[in-house]
């Protein structure tokens, strides 16, 4: 499995609810080779999501365009990684 990491930064908290919501959401959870995620609010102006997929080359695909504006935050930063464990409660 590989991940997709990014890193926002929040310029409009309700509008980036809403785009997460109504946009991001439901394109993770339909784009191919989709495990999971975890979207964080890491304060009032930093966000960081991590989407795990099957493969490298599905996590690459699903990864956001060059000069994506998502709705309410600048995108800061997209990293890929191999998941080399996983811990669950």
Do not use: C, W
Not at 44 to 51: K, P, R, V
């Amino acid at each position: 499995m590989h991940a997709l990491v990014v890193f926002t930064s929040v310029h409009d908290p309700a509008e980036a609810s809403r785009g997460l919501q109504e946009e991001v959401i439901p394109t993770m959870r339909n784009a191919p080779g989709f495990v999971g995620a975890y979207l964080v609010a890491l304060d009032d102006t930093h966000g960081l999501a991590i989407e795990v997929f099957e493969t490298e080359g599905l996590a690459k695909a699903a990864a956001p365009s060059e000069g994506a504006s998502p709705r309410g935050v600048t995108l800061d930063a997209v990293q890929f990684g191999e998941v080399i464990a996983i811990g669950t409660g």
